[in-house]
Nanobody
Framework: QVQVVESGGGLVQAGGSLRLSCAAS??????MGWFRRAPGKKLEFVAA????????YYADSVQGRFTISRDSAKITVYLQMNSLKPEDTAVYCC??????????????WGQGTQVTVSS
């Protein structure tokens, strides 16, 4: 089992930036990803990073605005979010698992951190 703990959410005005962090511990994993759930909507893929080679994957809605990165020494993944929009408001969850962009590809999830973007 992999334990993951997110941090870094908060309230920001539209156009602003936030950085989320996710620290992992436990057994090995292939990929870490970020998902989000907005009120009344289903869980949505945001970004993922392959731990071995650093390849990154993004949802179209965040491409060019969000950047996922990793610190292998700290076993931590980051999500830098720039040019935030009100529609980015959601609970952001970090996950660790195999490979892919579907929630079912990930077996370990954090509690989530709230991101609120005001207009």
């Amino acid at each position: 089992q992999v334990q993951v703990v997110e941090s870094g959410g908060g309230l920001v005005q539209a156009g602003g930036s936030l950085r989320l962090s996710c620290a992992a511990s436990g057994r090995a994993f292939s990929t870490m990803g970020w998902f989000r759930r907005a009120p009344g909507k289903k869980l949505e893929f945001v970004a993922a990073i392959s731990w071995s080679d650093g390849n990154t994957y993004y949802a179209d809605s965040v491409q060019g605005r969000f950047t996922i990165s990793r610190d292998s020494a700290k076993i931590t993944v980051y999500l830098q979010m720039n040019s935030l929009k009100p529609e980015d408001t959601a609970v952001y969850c970090c996950a660790a698992g195999g490979a892919g962009i579907s929630p079912s590809d990930y077996g370990s999830w954090g509690q989530g951190t709230q991101v609120t973007v005001s207009s």
